[in-house]
């Protein structure tokens, strides 16, 4: 049954790209790679699972009742899905962990994340209940315990209950990046990750179109993306200057930038905010920990 007395939470449990950083070079902004949370409707919610999805895992243990959870993941970069390994849920009976990603060759991917020697079980001897399902770009997975299903690229976002929608882009090279939209209590959720929105801006833009929160990625300031000889247009990431530029477009409500390198400092992270905030002041950089909250 679902619960629309709540309030829709986002929690961010890791917002590093690339590798996982520790002791003082984790600082304020977390050393976790990237995981955020959502809860809507009495759902449980994951887009990607990163090394933050492990701790995420073990407050789950303690708190939920729920007892299902849902993962969206991106792409299959490792900083993407590496905290499946030792996710807690997946080791406890009684727990159904869904898994959803765009292609047919995801089940494929998961597994091999538990082939030995790499990992100390199998997929198959996972204590939890799995099932992963392959998303066709544009499908929209309804949640809802009633009427649950996945519709086709050309259906319409139901009105009621919570959706999470696919789009599937070349922002990022060669693998591709799934974007994602959750749509809950009339309220609408961004999560865009390693995307380079030099590359397909139109489109971006149009899917994010009047969100109230886009989390966005942020991984290179305008010097590394611009340096001549070694520019990194078109590997898949975008600059804070060009996530609020995109945010404005897309008159979205908030803007928190996203997949920020581990090489960055607290008060590298600081000032790329400051340079966003010019643009779009509705702007937040994602700290691990912080929670947003949409009523």
Not at 157 to 178: D, L, S
Request: aromatic residues 8%; neutral net charge.
């Amino acid at each position: 049954m679902t619960d629309l007395g709540r309030p829709i939470r986002i929690r961010f449990w890791g917002v590093r790209g690339r590798r996982p950083v520790a002791g003082s070079a984790a600082g304020e902004i977390g050393g976790n790679t990237v995981c955020v949370e959502v809860e809507a409707e009495g759902f449980t919610i994951f887009f990607d699972a990163g090394s933050g999805i492990v701790e995420a895992g073990e407050r789950l243990l303690e708190t939920s009742t729920a007892r299902k959870l849902h993962v969206f993941l991106s792409h299959a970069h490792y900083d993407h899905v590496e905290g499946l390994r030792d996710f807690p849920p997946l080791d406890r009976e009684g727990w159904t962990v869904g898994f959803y990603g765009v292609g047919g060759a995801w089940s494929r991917h998961l597994q091999g994340l538990f082939r030995p020697p790499y990992a100390r079980r199998t997929w198959k001897e996972l204590a939890a209940e799995t099932f992963v399902k392959s998303l066709a770009s544009g499908a929209k997975v309804v949640l809802d315990p009633a009427k649950p299903g996945i519709l086709g690229p050309r259906a319409s976002v139901p009105a009621e209950g919570t959706v999470v929608v696919a789009r599937q882009t070349r922002a990022h090279p060669k693998p591709g990046v799934t974007l994602y939209k959750l749509v809950s209590s009339g309220r609408t959720v961004v999560y865009a990750t390693d995307l380079d929105v030099a590359r397909s801006r139109a489109e971006v833009v149009a899917f994010a179109k009047g969100a109230d929160v886009l989390i966005h990625d942020a991984f290179y300031t305008d010097e590394e993306y611009e340096t001549v000889g070694k520019t990194r247009a078109g590997w898949g990431h975008s600059t804070p200057r060009m996530a609020a530029s995109l945010a404005l477009e897309a008159e979205v409500g908030e803007l928190l930038l996203f997949h920020h390198s581990p090489r960055r400092s607290d008060a590298e992270v600081a000032r790329m905010e400051r340079e966003a905030r010019e643009t779009f002041p509705t702007t937040r950089a994602a700290r691990e920990g912080v929670e947003v909250h949409l009523r």
